[in-house]
């Protein structure tokens, strides 16, 4: 197999370079130079994707730690990323694979089939595009998740959803589920320390929930200071009910110190669960805690009447009441993907 393959999604420009039209960055790229996401790269006039069949690594999670609680809860998910990423985030817990050159890392050599050969090796229902951001690695996941769907394989891609509006229905395609990481609800906070723009982000959101049968999370990582203030939950929790609806679970989760923002402090648990109880006080159905010790917070429970449903602690399913798609004790219907 090819070292890299010619890249989907880019057009020349008048001043012989080439433009990328995967991300809202839209990158302009010279001959020989790369995007900021490090593996899209213009070689002699066209752009190639440098990590395709170059996966960092593979690993066997909970499909909890997705983190997905109402898509095939209690399963297990064969992870893997590549190097690069579209965004620049200060914050980035995964920064020694996002912020790393295809040459900066050991990178494996997997085809698309070899990865569906792993995945049923390991006897797992899914596959999750994670650790960096899969939209920089499209193709990569097209073709996987093409021949997983084929072969009753799960996809799931674990993403901040920034990516084009054209480029994304190509490589949502297969996709069965998605764990969104809106990172905030500001566009200062995103400008400054994610080099993306909120609205970009809000606009994929809708499209999955309108325009697509794809299952998805949302995620929010709080960080003191920056993103976890009672007005802006507020406003996220409202806009999510306006636009997404009062079903889509939403997950709180804790900052550590990382990257470029080591001097910051650990979210406490009590901001997390301030921010669970905003959500449950306006109406969303579903609210999680995470990377925290917090079985209240991380358990599922029945909307209408209130029983435990899924008991978890941290990533481990210890209970699961479900009757298919439903409360076994009233009969509600619980949104999710269960069996």
């Not at 690594?57 to 064969?78: Q, R, T, V």
Request: neutral net charge; contains cysteine.
């Amino acid at each position: 197999m090819k070292n890299f393959i010619e890249a989907k999604w880019w057009e020349p420009t008048a001043n012989d370079k080439l433009l990328c039209t995967l991300c809202p960055r839209y990158c302009t790229i010279g001959d020989g130079q790369h995007g900021f996401c490090y593996i899209r790269q213009n070689i002699n006039g066209k752009l190639y994707s440098l990590g395709y069949g170059k996966p960092t690594g593979f690993a066997i999670d909970p499909i909890e730690k997705k983190p997905l609680n109402h898509f095939y809860p209690g399963s297990k998910i064969l992870s893997f990323g590549t190097a690069g990423c579209n965004l620049g985030c200060k914050f980035c817990q995964n920064w020694s694979i996002s912020k790393a050159k295809i040459d900066d890392i050991n990178s494996l050599t997997y085809s698309p089939e070899d990865v569906i050969s792993l995945t049923k090796k390991n006897k797992v229902p899914s596959i999750a595009y994670t650790y960096n951001d899969p939209t920089i690695f499209g193709e990569y996941v097209i073709d996987i998740s093409k021949i997983g769907r084929e072969e009753g394989i799960k996809s799931v891609m674990v993403t901040a959803g920034y990516i084009d509006k054209k480029a994304r229905k190509d490589v949502y395609r297969y996709i069965d589920a998605a764990n969104v990481d809106l990172k905030a609800f500001s566009e200062n906070f995103y400008h400054k320390l994610t080099f993306s723009h909120l609205d970009d982000v809000l606009d994929t959101l809708i499209w999955l929930k309108h325009e697509t049968d794809i299952w998805f999370e949302i995620t929010t990582l709080l960080i003191p200071g920056e993103n976890d203030s009672i007005v802006e939950i507020e406003q996220m929790v409202n806009w999510i009910l306006q636009n997404l609806g009062d079903e889509v679970p939403i997950h709180f989760t804790a900052f550590h110190p990382d990257f470029k923002m080591i001097e910051k402090e650990r979210t406490p648990s009590s901001t997390l669960q301030t921010a669970r109880n905003i959500a449950l006080r306006e109406g969303v159905k579903y609210c999680y805690t995470g990377n925290i010790f917090d079985t209240a917070g991380q358990t599922t429970y029945c909307p209408s009447c209130k029983s435990v449903l899924i008991k978890r602690d941290w990533h481990n399913v210890l209970d699961n009441q479900l009757a298919g798609n439903n409360c076994p004790h009233c009969g509600t219907n619980i949104a999710g993907v269960f069996h």
